[in-house]
């Protein structure tokens, strides 16, 4: 015998189905990992998708605005223009006068422009029509800028037929879109 000595054959351990289920944990992880990867991805796609989608419709949304600013802005330069050939106009002696004057027991408006011979009008039920005639003898029209003053002497016409002309005056506003009046009691 060896003198007591006992030769110890060591502990022998298999570690070959330890590695086979390492290695089958880890293709599971790195599987696991490429599907959660791939999901991922196509919910940012789907998510950049839909903010590009939301960015043309902005876009689209800013473009009808401007359009519709600039269409208003073209409207609004020559509604502008059109103010300033009146204002012109005005200053070289081309305002609309209604001179109200009472004859005849009856009241006449005296409809002029521009130094031209005035076109009476008789203050009765056609007077929206005759004095829409009056004004188109001047060659104004529905898109013509009108400044028109009507004066009155108040002592010597009937004030119902000043309410009446400032009604018609109101009305006829409808059809002319850029009729200005303004009223002027010449009473001392």
């Known amino acids: 015998m060896n003198g ?88 070289s002696g081309k305002m609309v006068t209604l001179e109200m004057k009472y004859e005849d027991g009856r009241d006449v408006i005296y409809v002029s422009q521009d130094s031209q011979q005035p076109k009476p009008v008789i203050v009765n039920s056609e007077l929206p029509e005759k004095l829409k005639d009056a004004l188109n003898s001047y060659g104004l029209d529905k898109d013509s800028i009108i400044l028109a003053a009507f004066m009155y002497d108040g002592n010597n016409v009937l004030y119902r037929d000043v309410n009446t002309v400032q009604n018609t005056l109101s009305t006829i506003k409808g059809n002319y879109k850029n009729i200005y009046y303004t009223q002027v009691n010449t009473t001392k």
């Open 4 to 91: 007591g000595f006992r030769k110890s054959k060591g502990i022998i351990i298999e570690l070959t189905s330890l590695l086979d289920v390492i290695l089958i944990m880890l293709f599971w992880v790195m599987l696991n990992m490429s599907n959660t990867a791939a999901d991922a991805e196509k919910k940012a796609q789907q998510q950049v998708d839909a903010a590009n989608a939301r960015v043309e419709q902005a876009k689209d949304e800013a473009q009808k605005q401007i359009d519709t600013i600039n269409e208003q802005n073209k409207e609004m330069r020559l509604q502008a223009e059109n103010m300033q050939n009146a204002l012109d106009g005005f200053s």
